[in-house]
């Protein structure tokens, strides 16, 4: 019989493939994910501007947070952006 994976799990798994050049996990996350080529010290804010700007270069990123977060951009971002929040965002809207 096939165990299941929890969602950590399989988030995990996905991370750990190497596909993400940049990933932040916010510092106050609750599970133990792990940052890559992101410090934790940085705000949340911050952090967003750099996956961002990461993406706009053509990198894969991802940001795990347990705050809510509205990232935004206006330009075209040539490589994939991921956001995860535990909480919605009070205005999820996307210019």
């Known amino acids: 019989m096939m165990r299941i994976k929890t969602g950590f799990e399989i988030l995990n798994d996905l991370l750990g493939r190497g596909y993400f050049s940049v990933i932040y996990v916010e510092q106050n996350f609750p599970l133990p994910f792990k940052n890559k080529a992101v410090s934790k010290q940085i705000d949340v804010k ?50």
């Open 46 to 95: 911050t952090s967003v501007e750099l996956l961002l700007s990461a993406a706009v270069v053509g990198n894969n990123v991802v940001g795990i947070y347990h705050s809510s977060i509205s990232p935004r951009s206006n330009v075209e971002l040539k490589g994939g952006a991921v956001f995860i929040s535990t909480i919605l965002p009070i205005d999820p809207m996307w210019n």
